[in-house]
């Protein structure tokens, strides 16, 4: 099958983010990806979104990271690095998403959780509909080998993951499907709204899991996933600009359903 789209094969932004809400980078990124079918995805979805599948699967991720310098436009981040708020505004966060197509089949991504090690969490999930979740968790980094390890605060899921970042990849058309992702999708009050995003490209490597146990996928309703996970890691991106979130209405049985690869034909 032909992939078309050059944006999305080169992993190069499809969003433009002229007026960005807020700014951020992310940093020490690993991608856990499972094969999933997609019918064991779907029943997580809302009914305006439709299973993004690859070759006929679908893929969630696990992706712990480091968020740090989030500010609003125009606030240089080397001046906030300066400042007591500073450290308020860096901590660990890991996401477990799947992959979509919303309305007009506009691929992107659906939070199933969000994990994070900040106060700010509940306002966080308050403002855009995500399923944010206070969390304590760590990144660290030793001998060649980068831990993640994190549980939510009282009580629930958790996981220990620790990968060996190896050689730098020039990435297939699989990675960038699961990594080029410029756009996602929330319900707040009953309504979608999507969130454009605009970064550099993610400078990819292969990685190798040397440990990883967790009960996230479980306890967002998953079975066990259909293969073996395929990993990357990313030093990470710092040009990260936040669009104005977009409200859908009355969109639903729009969506795509199950587009193969971008601009395949397969249903």
Known sequence: MTVSGSAERRGAPDERVRLPVGRAEWLTQTFVHWPYRPEDVRGLLPRELAVDAYDGTAWVSLT??????????????????????????????????????GPGGRDGLWFLDIE?????TPA?????????????LSVTCHGGVVGYAG???GGGPSYRLAARPGDPLAPTALDHWLTARWRA???????????PVRHEPWPLASATLEELHE?????????????????HYSPGVRQVRFGVPRLHRGNSGRAARGRSRPGAGAA
Do not use: C
């Open 185 to 195: 999708y929330t319900r707040r009050f009953g309504i979608l709204w999507e969130v």
């Open 124 to 136: 966080a999930r308050a403002a855009v509909g995500a399923p944010y979740h206070w969390a304590d």
């Open 151 to 153: 549980s939510r605060r």
């Open 64 to 101: 712990p990271f480091v968020m740090t310098r989030v500010r609003p436009p125009g606030r240089p981040g080397a001046l906030l690095s300066r400042t007591r708020l500073s450290r308020l505004l860096t901590f660990p966060e890991t996401n477990l998403r799947t992959y979509v197509r």
């Open 215 to 231: 009960t996230l996928l479980e306890a967002v309703g998953l079975p066990r996933p259909a293969g073996p996970p395929l990993v």
């Open 116 to 120: 994070a090690g900040s106060a700010a």
